[in-house]
């Protein structure tokens, strides 16, 4: 506030600063000579820039699963898919093989799901779907709350999204055994709020350490053989 002094004349002149949110729009007073009032436009934040390959925490903000190898694609061999199926439990507990949808190639937008939904009550316990390890524990836009583990192999990478809280004592590096609980089912990320579910992918990877990208796989059958 600030009070000037003209003179004999006493003249108070207060002057407010306020910042306004885009879609506050104030009405103009015609009546109104002098204005006491400024409005700031606070402009949107910059759009993200494109990520540095080697930047992978920027590079799968905006993901929700694994992205295609679109260099060199490793192609999984069935011998590699029987070997890995026979060690694979469904990774949400309680929930048997016949109840499974089957959603790894329906669109999301314009892209394919690539992935396993496993709906679930909030809270219930996501297990580790197969011996391994974690890669990491990640948080995106659209995945929300995230694990990247491997399998023993080491030539599948299995994620978990959408989870409401990750289990206790889990980091990255920890090894895993099949069917630990690693996390629970929930909506993070943008999944809707009523419809808990897990967001379950597995690809085959040339390389593990680069947990982000692979050729995608799809979970169902390897889950029902």
Request: with cysteine; aromatic share 4%.
């Amino acid at each position: 506030m600030i009070i000037a002094r003209m003179l004999s004349v006493p003249l108070l002149l207060t002057t407010a600063c306020r910042v306004l949110p885009e879609s506050e729009h104030p009405a103009a007073d015609s009546a109104q000579t002098v204005s006491d009032t400024q409005t700031i436009d606070v402009p949107p934040p910059p759009p993200r820039q494109p990520p540095a390959t080697a930047d992978t925490l920027v590079a799968l903000d905006n993901a929700d699963s694994i992205r295609r190898d679109t260099t060199a694609p490793p192609v999984p061999r069935e011998a590699e898919l029987s070997a890995l199926a026979a060690t694979l439990t469904i990774p949400v507990a309680g929930v048997k093989a016949e109840e499974l949808l089957d959603t790894f190639n329906e669109a999301r937008g314009e892209r394919r799901h690539d992935a396993l939904d496993i709906p679930a009550p909030r809270g219930t316990p996501v297990i580790a779907a197969t011996d391994g390890r974690v890669l990491r524990l990640f948080t995106s836009e659209r995945g929300g709350l995230m694990i990247y583990t491997a399998d023993a192999s080491e030539r599948f990478v299995l994620m978990y999204a959408h989870l409401d809280s990750y289990a206790g004592g889990l980091s990255d590096g920890s090894p895993l055994r099949r069917g630990q609980v690693i996390g629970y089912v929930g909506t993070t990320g943008n999944a809707p709020p009523n419809v808990p579910h897990l967001h379950f992918a597995i690809a085959r990877s040339t390389d593990v350490s680069q947990w982000w990208e692979g050729t995608p796989v799809d979970p169902l059958p390897l889950l029902q053989r």
